[in-house]
């Protein structure tokens, strides 16, 4: 079946470092990709997303390509800040509706001031 | 700015009691989920709805229920909470469509506590 796979964490980086979190994926399709954040004590938030290979999502800094070569997603971002602090998903859905989205297990990233 | 609204964000309920979790989203979305956060094992679907009335399993339904009996709004119900039902609960709502590249919305999330 369709699954995500994400590099483990935590991951620390110290302010203004480059940023990358490594996402994968396997699908019998062409899923669409998402990156979902979640802020200490609160829900997830759709951070980017694409729809097709070699779309490139990107918001708040943040950016990730849709390698369809490679299946992968990586999240990127050129400087971080300690605002950015905050678990991390990478998900895909290959069908809408009420087919459910796969989710990686979450990267969690700490920035040190 | 379109919401999911779950009603309590900390919740703290004795063993074997019956817990309620409401949810409702202003978005008009046709499907609806409950999902459990825990530490080390990421997100986990409980129950999901695609319509009023309708209900499927996902992939943890044991000791839940769900009730949608209006399109806004989706219960998750434990009917006797234990100690290890303790955890995060996430609710989101999705559009219908023949657009997969629609996500979820989540809601805020309420922590539970089974003492």
């Known amino acids: 079946g369709d699954s995500v796979t994400q590099m483990e964490g935590p991951v620390t980086l110290s302010e203004e470092a480059f940023l990358t979190i490594n996402c994968t994926y396997t699908?019998?399709?062409?899923?669409?990709l998402f990156w979902y954040v979640q802020y200490p004590g609160e829900g997830l938030q759709l951070l980017l997303k694409a729809t097709k290979a070699d779309d490139k999502g990107s918001n708040k800094g943040f950016e990730a390509t849709y390698r369809k070569e490679t299946t992968s997603f990586h999240l990127e971002k050129g400087s971080v800040q300690v605002s950015d602090s905050a678990v991390y998903f990478c998900?895909?859905?290959?069908?809408?509706?009420?087919?459910?989205?796969?989710f990686g297990s979450g990267t969690r990233l700490s920035i040190r001031p | 700015d379109v919401k999911v609204t779950q009603s309590s964000r900390y919740l703290v309920k004795r063993t074997g009691e019956k817990v309620f979790l409401e949810c409702v989203q202003d978005m008009d979305h046709e499907n609806m989920f409950w999902y459990r956060q825990d530490p080390g094992l990421g997100l986990r679907l409980i129950y999901f709805s695609y319509d009023v009335k309708m209900k499927e399993k996902g992939d943890i339904p044991e000791g839940y229920s769900v009730s949608r009996e209006k399109k806004e709004r989706f219960s998750l119900i434990l009917e006797s909470a234990s100690t290890n039902q303790t955890s995060m609960y996430l609710c989101?709502?999705?559009?219908?469509?023949?657009?997969?590249?629609?996500?979820?919305?989540f809601g805020s999330g309420t922590r539970l506590t089974v003492v």
């Open positions: 699908a019998t399709g062409y899923p669409s």
């Open positions: 998900a895909l859905s290959d069908q809408g509706g009420a087919s459910k989205i796969i």
């Open positions: 989101a709502s999705r559009g219908q469509g023949g657009f997969f590249n629609y996500g979820y919305t």
